[in-house]
């Protein structure tokens, strides 16, 4: 995979089967690879919904910009269910996540990810500077190794912030259990403190409460 894009809205609790299955059909039919898409996941996480979409280009270098067939009429049926976060939303490109760090030394572009975890919070408007500035030295560390972690990528979205994980091992429960009282899983904890918060403070008891969960997944190589 050379080239993401994640979009953040919002999602009706309970619906995602009905999200899902509009996109079955879809991926079924339309050939998204022929557009460049090969792969996408679906997640939710309280009222958030997540839509990472794999390309093999980007889409300004491929020159394949153009929407899917039927896209209208995805829209049309996910509508009831699925709405803009963000409360300027104008046009389809406002619900966009911007990636603002990224990490993987050693993969390859077109290696897809096997392991994703995908961790949702709140992010203080303006501190991806600063939250990048803390990953940046913590990943010189052993954290990540500590983690299992081998790539890492940091989105937002207004005060949405999502953090990408690709991991050797699927269990980010067990990492998470295993490590949580290291000193450097501690250190980096407390120096986001200040920028990040819980997604959803009344159902926040722990770093497991605020990955996404997988609830729709496509690749044209049927992985």
Same mark, same amino acid.
């Given at each position: 995979? *050379?080239?993401?894009?994640?979009?953040?809205?919002?999602?009706?609790?309970?619906?995602?089967?009905?999200?899902?299955? =509009?996109?079955?059909?879809?991926?079924?039919?339309?050939?998204?690879?022929?557009?460049?898409?090969?792969? %996408? %996941?679906?997640?939710?996480?309280?009222?958030?919904?997540?839509?990472?979409?794999?390309?093999?280009?980007?889409?300004? =270098?491929? /020159?394949?910009?153009? /929407?899917?067939?039927?896209?209208?009429?995805? *829209?049309?049926?996910?509508?009831?269910?699925?709405?803009?976060?963000?409360?300027?939303?104008?046009?389809?490109?406002? *619900?966009?996540?911007?990636?603002?760090?990224?990490?993987?030394?050693?993969?390859?572009?077109?290696?897809?990810?096997?392991?994703?975890?995908?961790?949702? +919070?709140?992010?203080?408007?303006?501190?991806?500077?600063?939250? +990048?500035?803390?990953?940046?030295?913590?990943?010189?560390?052993?954290?990540?190794?500590?983690? /299992? =972690?081998? /790539?890492?990528?940091?989105?937002?979205?207004?005060?949405?912030?999502?953090?990408?994980?690709?991991?050797?091992?699927?269990?980010?429960?067990?990492? =998470?259990?295993?490590?949580?009282?290291?000193?450097?899983?501690?250190?980096?904890?407390?120096?986001?403190?200040?920028?990040?918060?819980?997604?959803?403070?009344?159902?926040?008891?722990?770093?497991?409460?605020?990955?996404?969960?997988?609830?729709?997944?496509?690749? +044209?190589?049927?992985?």
């Amino acid at each position: 995979m *050379s080239f993401r894009s994640v979009i953040v809205a919002r999602i009706v609790p309970g619906s995602e089967d009905k999200v899902a299955e =509009v996109f079955r059909r879809t991926d079924e039919t339309a050939r998204p690879q022929d557009f460049g898409v090969i792969g %996408r %996941r679906l997640l939710s996480l309280d009222d958030l919904y997540i839509h990472v979409i794999e390309r093999d280009q980007d889409p300004k =270098v491929s /020159g394949k910009t153009r /929407g899917l067939p039927g896209f209208q009429q995805v *829209s049309e049926a996910i509508a009831p269910y699925v709405t803009p976060y963000p409360s300027n939303w104008k046009v389809p490109s406002d *619900s966009v996540a911007k990636e603002f760090y990224s990490w993987a030394p050693g993969k390859k572009p077109e290696e897809p990810i096997e392991h994703m975890t995908l961790i949702v +919070a709140r992010i203080k408007p303006g501190a991806e500077p600063e939250v +990048a500035r803390i990953f940046t030295d913590s990943d010189k560390g052993p954290l990540p190794a500590q983690m /299992g =972690v081998v /790539g890492r990528w940091l989105y937002s979205l207004d005060d949405v912030y999502l953090h990408m994980l690709e991991r050797k091992e699927a269990s980010f429960s067990d990492a =998470v259990h295993h490590n949580q009282h290291k000193p450097a899983f501690s250190k980096i904890m407390d120096d986001l403190s200040p920028y990040i918060s819980a997604y959803n403070p009344e159902t926040w008891r722990s770093p497991q409460d605020a990955v996404a969960k997988e609830f729709y997944r496509w690749r +044209a190589d049927g992985r």
